[in-house]
T-cell receptor, first 113, second 111 residues
Framework: EAQVTQNPRYLITVTGKKLTVTCSQNMNHEYMSWYRQDPGLGLRQIYYSMNVEVTDKGDVPEGYKVSRKEKRNFPLILESPSPNQTSLYFC????????????FGQGTRLTVV | DAKTTQPPSMDCAEGRAANLPCNHSTISGNEYVYWYRQIHSQGPQYIIHGLKNNETNEMASLIITEDRKSSTLILPHATLRDTAVYYCIVRVAVTGNQFYFGTGTSLTVIP
């Protein structure tokens, strides 16, 4: 089954403790991206990747890092999480960045206390 | 950055067609119209997209007006599982271009 898998689904952590949210897709998609969703703000793009070893900032990259060492994986790294990073995070992938649909993961609800 | 206007909420009787409108009066010639839905904080799910011709797939139909300033998503026989927030997005394909999800239309299918 074609899917985008995020882990963990839920995470509560403390300020400053490094964490990684994993994202994996099994569709051989080139394009992957991370979004965060906050009430009243819709989904905002954090980082995106056009292909292996190619990443770039989205609209809200501060406080986040990503890597794309393999085509299927695109982890999101929070080196020093802060409470304002409490949010619902989604990973998405698509065959390209042109007019194709994006497939989203089921989300990771992160709480930073 | 939202370029679309949607009603905040709608109801539809189960088994009837749900018609969700979207206004995108400033759409450019190279911008596509996409529809996604999100069920209770799950990941957004792609429904359909189009440029200027009407489109139909197994989930829905997309009707785009001739001047492309508005469109309607049609769910032909709404079920309770179609209760969700529906997002209408206009998007031009450029590097890194993201999907701008506004506040969408919250559709409630009533038994």
């Amino acid at each position: 089954e074609a899917q985008v898998t995020q882990n963990p689904r839920y995470l509560i952590t403390v300020t400053g403790k490094k964490l990684t949210v994993t994202c994996s897709q099994n569709m051989n998609h080139e394009y992957m991206s991370w979004y965060r969703q906050d009430p009243g703000l819709g989904l905002r793009q954090i980082y995106y990747s056009m292909n292996v070893e190619v990443t770039d900032k989205g609209d809200v990259p501060e406080g986040y890092k990503v890597s794309r060492k393999e085509k299927r994986n695109f982890p999101l790294i929070l080196e020093s999480p802060s409470p304002n990073q409490t949010s619902l995070y989604f990973c998405a992938s698509s065959f390209g960045w042109k007019n194709t649909e994006a497939f989203f993961g089921q989300g990771t609800r992160l709480t930073v206390v | 950055d939202a370029k679309t206007t949607q009603p905040p909420s709608m109801d539809c009787a189960e088994g009837r067609a749900a018609n969700l409108p979207c206004n995108h009066s400033t759409i450019s010639g190279n911008e596509y119209v996409y529809w996604y839905r999100q069920i209770h904080s799950q990941g957004p799910q792609y429904i359909i997209h189009g440029l200027k011709n009407n489109e139909t797939n197994e989930m829905a139909s997309l009707i785009i007006t001739e001047d492309r300033k508005s469109s309607t998503l049609i769910l032909p026989h709404a079920t309770l599982r179609d209760t969700a927030v529906y997002y209408c997005i206009v998007r031009v394909a450029v590097t890194g271009n993201q999907f701008y999800f506004g506040t969408g239309t919250s559709l409630t299918v009533i038994p």
